[in-house]
């Protein structure tokens, strides 16, 4: 009895940002001598990437509930016996 593939996949995934940084730090000095720049140069990439993950996690975030709340109200308009029912959309608010 194994785990479940999707365990698996969000294990993996969410592993993603940890393990590309933790393997990023070590080879910054490698990476300045093989660009020729600086250390500072290379420190901005990192900062980028952090940026980068984020706001992915602004945007998305948001977008997965609002797309969870549309679900759920779609599968229960389609369970009741009154098709007619309206849908009320779901609202995503700013953080």
């Known amino acids: 009895m ?4 999707w365990l698996i996949l969000m294990g993996a995934l ?7 940084i933790d393997m990023y730090l070590p080879a910054f000095p490698e990476i300045a001598r093989g660009l020729s720049t600086t250390s500072n ?12 993950m984020a706001s992915a996690q602004l945007i998305y975030g948001p977008w997965q509930i609002a797309l969870a709340v ?4 779609m599968a229960r308009s389609c369970s009741t016996s ?8 779901p609202r995503v608010s700013n953080f």
């Open 70 to 73: 549309n679900l759920r109200y």
């Open 41 to 52: 140069e290379v420190e901005r990439t990192l900062a980028a990437y952090l940026i980068g």
């Open 14 to 20: 969410t592993a993603i940002g940890p393990i590309s």
């Open 2 to 5: 194994g785990l479940p593939g």
């Open 82 to 89: 009154s098709p007619r029912r309206p849908v009320p959309l």
